[in-house]
Each structure stands twice: as C-alpha cells, then as structure tokens.
C-alpha cells in the first residue's frame, strides 16, 4: 500500500503569509493528489485535484504543484477563512489514502 | 444544490452491528460512484469503501474487509454501509462523499457525517 506523509504536522502563520505544506508519497503516484481543506466539525472541502488543478470556486491563491512522490500545497496570502487542517489523498479508481494532515493555526 | 444526508450513526456495544445510510440529491445519484470515508475523534481521515454507479465494482479498505459492506439502492438515491463485529477502534464519524466523477476516486462533495459510537 503506498502511505501518505505531511509535513508539518502543525503550522502557525499570519494573516497575510505565504505557506507551504508538503505531500510525500511512498513510491510515485504520478499526479494522482487531492488536497482537502477541513474545519472543525465540517466535512473536508476539496481544493484542488491531479496535483494541480484548482476545483471550481476555490480561491486562486491556493495553489498546487509536484508529482511522483513529493507534492506542495501553498497558500499565497493567509486569509482568516483559511485557518483549518489540510489533508493530501492519493487516489485511484476506487480507492484513496490520506495523509495524517497539518493544522494551520493562527500565529 | 448537491447535497448528501447521512443517517443510521449511534452508540452500539462492543461486537454489534450497524447500518448507515446516505441519501444523495441535487445529482443524478446513479451516476456517480459513492464512498464511505470516516474519520476518528482528533484524527486525520480515513478512507472506508468505494461503490462504482452500478455496484459493478466494490473495494474496501484493508481493516474493513470481511466486516463491512457497501451497497446502494439508484431508485431511492441511497448509499449504504453495513458494519458487523464493531469494535472501539471503529468509533468515528463516517462521511459519504461523491466522486468527482469519471472514475476519479476523489471526493467533491460529502455529507455532514454520522457519528458512531462504539462502546458498553
């Protein structure tokens, strides 16, 4: 089974920051990522898919990049909107793997 | 809209069983391929199960194999999971989510979640 890692685990900025988090795949995964925004007690939101596509009405200053194993997601101006865990998923055909995910916290 | 409404969680013993619904709209449910994902208190997510539009095709997660079933009813737009022999580490909220469509296997739309609870 290919496993999913984030990094960080946690994450503290500032409204107006640039922030990276990183995806890392086990073997290649050629282009297959989601990434997923949640807040507490909310389902997960979908933000962008094939590792770089933006979902429709997601805010263009959330952007992604990377393939075969090593991924990014990045935000370029925190908004307060945006403090909430990030989740990376491998997926295929019926089946996906999550990563553990990173908290963006308020600095 | 899409929307997707999750029922069926609550507290069971140790061993018991249990049955989760969805029911989707604003889609045409028979289309799409649904999966159940679930997520343990203060824990990241978990992918439990996929269904293909015709219940063609059903995959399942390792620890899941042999004590869950996934199925769904296209006339009454409904998704289903069947949980046998529940244990503690089974206690999570448990989403139903969309796949985006094509075969994907990513999720753009889920519903709010059902809590199950699995203790004596």
């Known amino acids: 089974d290919i496993q999913m890692t984030q990094s960080p685990s946690t994450l503290s900025a500032s409204v107006g920051d640039r922030v990276t988090i990183t995806c890392r795949a086990s073997q290649s995964i050629s282009s297959w990522l989601a990434w997923y925004q949640q807040k507490p007690g909310k389902a997960p939101k979908l933000l962008i898919y094939m590792a770089s596509t933006l979902e429709s009405e997601v805010p263009s200053r959330f952007s992604g990049s990377g393939s075969g194993t090593e991924f990014t997601l990045t935000i370029s101006s925190l908004q307060p909107d945006d403090f909430a865990t990030y989740y990376c998923?491998?997926?295929?055909?019926?089946?996906?793997?999550f990563g553990p995910g990173t908290k963006l916290e308020i600095k | 809209e899409v929307q997707l409404v999750e029922s069926g969680g609550g507290l069971v013993k140790p061993e018991g069983s249990l049955r989760l619904s969805c029911v989707g709209s604003?889609?045409?449910?028979?289309?799409?391929?649904m999966n159940w994902v679930r997520q343990a208190p203060g824990t990241g997510l978990e992918w439990v199960a996929s269904?293909?539009?015709?219940?063609?095709?059903?995959y399942y997660a390792d620890s899941m194999k042999g004590r869950f079933t996934i199925s769904r009813d296209n006339a009454k737009n409904s998704l289903y999971l069947h949980m046998n022999s529940l244990g503690a580490e089974d206690t999570a909220v448990y989403f139903c989510?969309?796949?985006?469509?094509?075969?994907?296997?990513?999720?753009?739309?889920w519903g709010q979640g059902t809590l199950v609870t699995v203790s004596s």
């Open positions: 269904i293909s539009s015709r219940s063609t095709y059903i």
């Open positions: 604003g889609f045409t449910f028979s289309n799409y391929n």
């Open positions: 989510a969309r796949d985006r469509g094509g075969n994907s296997g990513f999720f753009d739309s």
């Open positions: 998923q491998h997926y295929s055909t019926y089946s996906g793997s």
